[in-house]
């Protein structure tokens, strides 16, 4: 027999299972270009271009964007444009925070051996498996606690109070990324020789220039896959951001959330083409990396 | 130079703990002095302590007890980078993602060397491992030999007093290590720094060095130069690490300062004038150590002084020498033999259970403590 032949039903599978990974995507993307406000069923596409926007009924007829009508409709919308700003201004705040630490942490613990190091790695993992939405209202609780407790204590009022906001959704996230940092630069330094350190120290580098210019440049594509995963991790968290924002702190998954629970129009679709766009970028950035890491390093 | 030692180790102990909670000491009450300008090696194979004691004056490591001198200074805890030795590692710890001329410029540029100096003595580092051409390759495109030159090339551009050297060449092929063997030697005679070179490989010890240290167990077992080591080593372990030593037991029958008449059962006989290690008595257990080079087989009848019975049990032809495996009263014997004739007559073999003559000369022999 022919090992190479391919089975009918390993190649059903193979079909079903990209069917159902990529079929919603491009029913989603499709929407996208609705002629339909309704978004129940596709319509057809926008037809035609004109100065001003044109609607029969819940028909758009023509738009100055053309068949990109809703792409437009939402660049106009100042409530996705602010949330779309406070997602990457919390990604990109986590992410720094939540791989300088991770870094470190793996160093350390690749490094040195203290009493406690098993637990440490342990505890690496139970952020990973606990439930989001544990995790969730584990947060929000501590915060609120916390707040009531500062807030009555110090007598914050006004402005001063101690609320849910940016800040407490950007904590949040670093807390459920810096296991997957560590986890990710801890295998980049697992296979990564203690002789290149030797090396510099015994060309005159002290602990510090060594690490900045030999240990640091070593494990940067580690610490770059680590930093996208997170960033990715932190654009579309959806669970622990619900319970951790408050007014002003809507992320784009919070915003879409509440849109459908009012009406979906194909603005969301949009919304949700442009942001698979991004996220889609962002991970052929971490394949490329993680391909460029696999490569020998002797 | 401050002192007439490049590098001292006094007393040194360095003691690990294991995984398993016991504690082990990879180097034991080492001392040696190691002297301005020598090819001193550390030989031994793995465990031996000789990596260890090698990191401890690179400064990876620090004593459990004792001290290390580096030009008479004490080293203490001293970190590397302030340590005036540069050291080329086993691996050859090559900064990947830095070109050659990167690679070799780091220990510089750590000098605050301005950019101009760095530029001049990279380029005659380069010329002097014969790489120039070779500045903008990164270390993976280069072979195995062109990576160990970067390597050398990186610690001496540094000038240091001392250059430690972690079995540089064991990465390579046979041929091109004894190419790099000569090749160090010449350049540490060119130089004339002090080389401290640690091998598990004896030939390549007795080729490049002056002076050998032999460890096993954590301990210098002898320190002497090549021709020293081999003729006269101190016991019965270095006479059986260096080369291959034939060993008969026998007992001290007369003995004057240096030489010792002792009865040897398998030869039945007493065999007179043989040199030996210090320290024995009269009436001791020894073992006498023999050189397969140093027996020879004779023609003619076992009659007369230092002439032998045996008979053969295998001979094995490798190339340049034969080597005849022999039985003398249930004792094993090799002899090898140089092929200074060819070998293409078979009737100049030995064969299996041919009775030969072997002549042993007393003053090639070494007699030996038992242990």
Redesign the interface.
Same mark, same amino acid.
């Given at each position: 027999m022919n090992p190479h032949r391919r089975s009918p039903l390993v190649l059903a599978a193979t079909v079903l299972v990209y069917f159902f990974l990529y079929a919603p995507i491009a029913i989603l993307i499709l929407y996208s270009f609705n002629a339909s406000r309704a978004n129940v069923k596709f319509e057809g596409f926008i037809p035609a271009f004109s100065d001003r926007v044109v609607m029969e009924g819940s028909m758009v007829q023509s738009s100055p964007c053309g068949p990109f009508h809703w792409y437009c409709d939402l660049s106009r919308n100042n409530d996705v444009i602010e949330a779309a700003g406070n997602t990457l201004t919390i990604a990109f705040t986590a992410t720094i925070i939540a791989t300088t630490i991770g870094t470190m942490a793996a160093i350390a613990m690749q490094r040195y051996d203290f009493k406690i190091k098993p637990f440490s790695q342990l505890s690496l993992y139970i952020p990973i498996v606990i439930p989001e939405i544990v995790m969730g209202i584990g947060i929000l609780t501590l915060f609120s606690q916390l707040f009531g407790w500062a807030n009555t204590t110090f007598g914050l009022t006004g402005d001063a109070r101690l609320s849910l906001g940016m800040a407490t959704v950007t904590i949040s996230h670093i807390a459920f990324m810096v296991p997957f940092v560590t986890l990710v630069v801890q295998a980049r330094l697992q296979g990564f020789d203690k002789s290149y350190e030797e090396a510099a120290m015994d060309l005159g580098a002290n602990e510090w220039t060594t690490f900045r210019r030999v240990t640091f440049p070593m494990i940067l594509p580690g610490v770059l896959s680590g930093a996208l995963l997170a960033f990715t991790l932190s654009l579309d968290d959806f669970v622990i951001t619900f319970f951790t924002n408050g007014p002003g702190s809507t992320t784009l998954p919070i915003y879409v959330y509440g849109l459908l629970r009012r009406i979906i129009t194909p603005q969301v679709n949009a919304l949700s083409t442009v942001w698979i766009l991004i996220v889609f970028v962002a991970v052929l950035l971490l394949q490329w990396l993680q391909s460029r890491e696999e490569k020998p390093s002797h | 130079m401050a002192s007439e030692f490049a590098v001292e180790m006094r007393d040194v102990v360095k003691r690990f703990v294991t995984p398993e909670g016991n504690e082990i000491a990879a180097v034991d009450h080492v001392t040696m002095q190691i002297k301005n300008g020598e090819f001193f090696s550390m030989l031994g194979s793995s465990g031996c302590g000789k990596t260890t004691s090698l990191r401890m004056i *690179? %400064? @990876?490591e620090w004593p459990s007890d004792g001290e290390v001198y580096i030009e008479g200074k004490p080293m203490g805890h001293t970190?590397?980078?302030q340590r005036k030795?540069?050291?080329v @590692?086993?691996?050859y *710890?090559? @900064?990947?993602?830095m070109s050659v001329y990167q690679n070799i410029a @780091? %220990?510089l540029e750590?000098?605050g060397a301005g950019a101009d100096e760095i530029k001049k003595r990279v380029g005659r580092a380069l010329e002097m491992v014969q790489l120039t051409g070779m500045e903008r390759r990164k270390p993976?495109q280069l072979s195995g030999g062109q990576q160990q030159r970067v390597a050398v090339a990186? *610690?001496l551009v540094?000038t240091p007093d001392v250059l430690l050297l972690d079995e540089p060449l064991g990465a390579l092929d046979l041929k091109l290590r004894k190419e790099m063997q000569l090749e160090l030697k010449a350049l540490q005679q060119q130089l004339g720094i002090t080389f401290i070179y640690v091998t598990h490989d004896q030939e390549e010890a007795l080729t490049m060095s002056d002076r050998i240290a032999v460890m096993s167990k954590g301990r210098v077992q002898q320190l002497a130069t090549p021709v020293e080591i081999y003729e006269r080593p101190v016991n019965k372990f270095v006479a059986d690490f260096i080369g291959e030593s034939n060993f008969l037991e026998g007992t001290i029958k007369a003995l004057s300062a240096k030489e010792a008449s002792v009865f040897i059962p398998a030869l039945n006989a007493e065999v007179k004038g043989m040199p030996m290690s210090p320290s024995l008595v009269n009436g001791e257990e020894v073992v006498v150590s023999i050189r397969p080079e140093k027996l020879r087989i004779v023609d003619g009848p076992a009659k007369g002084e230092g002439l032998f019975k045996a008979r053969v049990v295998n001979s094995v032809y490798i190339g340049s020498d034969t080597h005849v495996y022999l039985d003398v009263h249930g004792i094993r014997l090799k002899v090898m033999e140089q092929n200074r004739i060819s070998r293409l007559d078979p009737s100049s073999f030995y064969v299996k259970e041919q009775e030969i003559t072997i002549y042993l000369m007393p003053e090639n022999t070494l007699v030996l403590k038992k242990e």
């Open positions: - | *690179a %400064g @990876f970190p590397p980078y030795v540069n050291t @590692f086993q691996s *710890a090559l @900064f990947q993602h @780091f %220990g750590m000098e993976r990186r *610690a540094k």
